[in-house]
């Protein structure tokens, strides 16, 4: 896996990604997945921190390229048909490009990039992995988590927070449902492709 070094800035660092894949895939997936670019902002972690979320995002990158991910979109079914649980009214197709424009809430053009910035916090207490703000490019990731999870895990959670900034949501509460919406069904897939390539992209 090539990592991308960047000078930590105090507050921020800014990363930015873009892809190199085309010629080991069939031409049915669409160059979006190939070109398919990261502008991510990390707040205030260290640059192991930094490196670990950067790992992530050649994961997102290499799966995105694959045809795996574009079958287990197409593919996916909720309540014996091929749909996703609170899928905006949109196919499984329509979903998967929307996810390759990465037109999100907040910035509502088919850039073919993930827009997004990351914090870290600490809550030792909660059981939550994630979460993210309609108005914000933000997401939060729990450290109690963070740290001991694989990158593919990371990745995962960083798609599943990402989707809803394309305004895919889930029911709070969990329910026999709620693995079946875009984030959770979506982000699961991520994890999994991530951790069949070993953990790391080629």
Same mark, same amino acid.
């Given at each position: 896996?090539k990592?991308? *070094?960047?000078?930590?800035l105090?507050?921020?660092?800014v990363?930015s990604t ?6 080991? *895939?069939?031409?049915m997936i @669409? #160059?979006e997945? /190939?070109?398919f670019n /990261?502008?991510?902002r ?5 640059r192991?921190?930094?490196e ?6 050649e994961l997102i %990158?290499y799966?995105?390229s694959?045809?795996?991910f574009r079958?287990?979109?197409?593919k996916h079914?909720?309540?014996?048909r %091929?749909?996703?649980a609170y $899928?905006?009214?949109?196919t $499984?197709?329509?979903?998967y490009k929307?996810?390759?424009?990465g037109a999100?809430y907040l910035? @509502?053009?088919n $850039? ?5 910035e990351?914090?870290?916090?600490? $809550?030792?207490?909660?059981?939550t992995?994630?979460?993210t703000?309609t108005r914000?490019? %933000?997401?939060?990731?729990n450290t109690?988590? /963070? #740290?001991e999870r694989s990158s593919? +895990? ?8 990402w989707l809803h900034?394309?305004?895919f949501a889930?029911?709070v ?5 709620r693995?079946y919406?875009v @984030? ?7 994890r #999994?492709?991530?951790e ?5 992209a +080629?």
């Amino acid at each position: 896996m090539k990592k991308i *070094f960047l000078p930590i800035l105090l507050a921020s660092s800014v990363i930015s990604t873009s892809a190199s894949a085309y010629e080991r *895939f069939p031409l049915m997936i @669409p #160059n979006e997945a /190939f070109t398919f670019n /990261f502008n991510v902002r990390m707040f205030e972690m260290s640059r192991m921190k930094q490196e670990k979320i950067l790992a992530a995002l050649e994961l997102i %990158r290499y799966v995105l390229s694959t045809d795996e991910f574009r079958q287990g979109v197409l593919k996916h079914s909720y309540n014996g048909r %091929r749909k996703f649980a609170y $899928n905006k009214g949109l196919t $499984n197709t329509q979903i998967y490009k929307k996810i390759l424009m990465g037109a999100e809430y907040l910035h @509502p053009y088919n $850039n073919n990039t993930m827009d997004l910035e990351v914090e870290l916090y600490t $809550n030792k207490k909660s059981k939550t992995v994630g979460y993210t703000k309609t108005r914000s490019f %933000r997401i939060w990731m729990n450290t109690k988590y /963070f #740290n001991e999870r694989s990158s593919a +895990e990371i990745a995962g959670t960083i798609v599943h927070e990402w989707l809803h900034k394309l305004g895919f949501a889930h029911e709070v509460e969990a329910s026999p449902f709620r693995k079946y919406s875009v @984030p959770y069904a979506i982000g699961k897939l991520i994890r #999994n492709l991530a951790e069949e390539a070993g953990g790391t992209a +080629e």
